[in-house]
């Protein structure tokens, strides 16, 4: 006999809370499933409809129900946008900020302005040019010291 679960009978419970076994151990969420991000319901053997209460799950990027026997498309679909997207506005996609020259030229900025906070202050300041090196004097001289110790150890054990 093949086992199918039907979304109609879990739409009524779905932003309530869920029980959710994995790995063996049983946990229940309540009260956050408006944060969920990703949901992997793939090979479940589910079948019906999509449940509407999804397209409220304003942080949902990916449901993934492939392998399944659903017979509905998504309910975001219809309003011509990503579940949570009001009004059917499109998205930009994340990865199209890394490829154009606003991404560079701000990380450009973002670094020279870092540099120079740091480093302009050392520079200018005898004061804090003098705290710098003591600082670095003083890393220094506790990494030879520890190396020191660390292999002195080492080698008194070695030997006994």
């Not at 793939?42 to 304003?58: F, M, Q, Y």
């Not at 946008?81 to 506005?89: D, E, H, L, R, S």
């Amino acid at each position: 006999m093949k086992e199918t679960i039907d979304f109609g009978y879990y739409s009524t419970i779905f932003l309530g809370n869920v029980l959710v076994q994995w790995k063996g151990q049983e946990r229940e969420y309540r009260n956050k499933l408006g944060l969920l991000k990703i949901i992997d319901l793939s090979s479940n053997k589910l079948s019906g409809e999509i449940p509407r209460e999804i397209a409220s799950l304003a942080e949902l990027l990916s449901l993934n129900l492939s392998r399944n026997n659903i017979t509905d498309k998504c309910p975001g679909e219809e309003q011509g946008g990503a579940p949570g997207n009001k009004k059917g506005i499109q998205e930009e996609d994340d990865e199209d900020w890394f490829t154009t020259p606003a991404f560079y030229i701000s990380l450009g900025v973002g670094f020279a302005c870092g540099f120079w906070a740091i480093f302009g202050t050392i520079l200018f300041s005898s004061v804090s040019r003098y705290a710098w090196f003591k600082f670095l004097d003083e890393v220094g001289d506790w990494l030879y010291v520890t190396t020191a110790v660390n292999f002195n150890r080492l080698k008194r054990r070695l030997r006994g």
